[in-house]
């Protein structure tokens, strides 16, 4: 049995419990946390709670540390460290920051003679493969990725940031013609608001005034500007019982053509349609998380990433079984 750790237990700690309920050659044995433990009521029974500073405690006691904090201050500090005792796996997913990222984790996992797994999930992580993919078999192409439909965390929390506003939920939305426009063939050439359109859906405190709200939400810059917003002011128990959920989901396309005179056209793509965005997160990492200890049991240290590891290292079954069933 693969001995899991989790370091962080939000909606994404959550999931990898689940997950790892899933996958019979694992077992969750610990859950580190930055709350008083004794607060904390996990799934999985026999596993301990503990507090963050009892995390190098286990060092011989677990296989794969995940870690499942946020990408803005958490892991650019925490994987280093961790790496550097564990085997680890995070969901980094700030994409300009990645090369740095992987620099420091690299250092860290080598002197600890530990692998360290960084940005898994669907994006960074499937599909970047996806991305690859098709790169690699359509040179002469261009690459196209959709998000959506589906709640973004980060952009929801900007909206609630906002003077009046009590809560929110905010949709990242892919334009349908533009999607249709790539499925077609006609390679388009799309500025950023036409690819994606932004739906708020926005809970006022009693007081709060709703035209400056809704002006401040889009004209925000990095977040709302560039794109045709929608704002929805609704009640919170509008909010609870329609929009409650994480759902989130979308398309890697590359168009390409091939032949001595470029005369046919070929498209790839891969598409995501997921409830919940840190459950399926999750599971991806768990995959990884098997891969991270098969590396380690060979003897291999160091930061790897998705582009990095065969296949058959995330597959439960063996090479034999693999060959039979779905070669």
Known sequence: MIKIGVLGYGNLGRGVECAVKQNPDMELVAVFTRRDPSTVKILTEGAA???????????????????????????????????????????????????????????????????????????????????????????????????????????????????????????????????EAVRNGENPELTTRQKHTRECFVVLEDDADAAKVEKEIRTMPNYFADYDTTVHFISEEELE??????????????????????????????SLKLDSNPEFTSCVIAAYARAAYRLSQEGQSGCKTVFDIAPAYLSAEDGAALRAKML
């Open 49 to 179: 709670v503990c507090g963050i500073a009892d995390a190098p405690d286990w060092k011989d006691k677990i296989d794969v540390l995940i870690l499942c904090g946020g990408s803005a201050t958490d892991l650019p500090e925490q994987t280093p460290v961790y790496a550097e005792m564990f085997n680890v796996v995070d969901s980094f997913d700030t994409h300009a920051r990645i090369p740095e990222h992987f620099a420091n984790v690299d250092a860290a996992a080598k002197k600890g003679g530990n692998v360290g797994i960084i940005s898994v999930g669907w994006d960074p992580g499937m599909f970047s493969l996806n991305r690859m993919y098709a790169n690699a078999i359509l040179p002469d192409g261009r690459d196209y990725t959709f998000w959506g439909k589906g709640v973004s965390q980060g952009h929801s929390d900007a909206i609630r940031r906002i003077d009046g506003v009590k809560n929110a939920k905010q949709y990242t939305i892919p334009v349908e013609s533009a999607l």
């Open 241 to 270: 019982k329609n929009h409650g959920g994480i759902p989130h989901g979308g398309f890697v396309l590359r168009s390409g053509r091939t032949g001595w005179e470029n005369e046919n056209s070929h498209l790839i793509e891969y």
